[in-house]
């Protein structure tokens, strides 16, 4: 799991060359946005997010493993590049990982929160998200 960490918070567009070694090659990979299998479809997936944010980086907080099955809490540390002089942003999250029998990982599930947060931080839509959540708990 101490590979893996190290891998994901020293990530940069450099190391996506290298994603065959953390993952299998038929390694499977979801989040709120995105559902692909295969090394080629994981790096477009992170290709994308080096093409659209600003200084895009990952800390991990905790990691519990058990058998082949892997759980990391992290922080997603990013800035919105369309957006000028906005903020670094947090998106808080948690990756499930099961590993094959060689230590790769074979299925990558991150689950983080869209709606609070990452549209929720957006200029306009922001604001009608946070008017619809107080909405919402009245």
């Not at 559902?35 to 991990?60: C, K, N, S, T």
């Amino acid at each position: 799991m101490a590979r893996v960490i190290g891998f994901f918070e020293g990530l940069s567009p450099d190391d996506l060359g290298r994603l065959d070694t953390l993952y299998a090659a038929d390694a499977r990979f979801k989040d709120p946005f995105n559902e692909v299998q295969g090394v080629p479809a994981i790096a477009a997936v992170f290709e994308h997010m080096y093409g659209v944010l600003d200084a895009p980086r990952f800390v991990v907080h905790t990691a519990v493993i058990d058998g082949r099955h892997g759980f990391v809490t992290w922080d997603f540390l990013f800035r919105f590049r369309r957006f000028e002089r906005t903020r670094e942003q947090c998106v808080r999250g948690a990756s499930h990982l099961v590993f094959a029998e060689d230590g790769r990982i074979a299925v990558h599930r991150d689950y983080w929160d869209a709606a609070e947060e990452l549209y929720g931080k957006l200029p306009v839509v922001g604001a009608l998200m946070r008017w619809l959540g107080r909405r919402a708990s009245t």
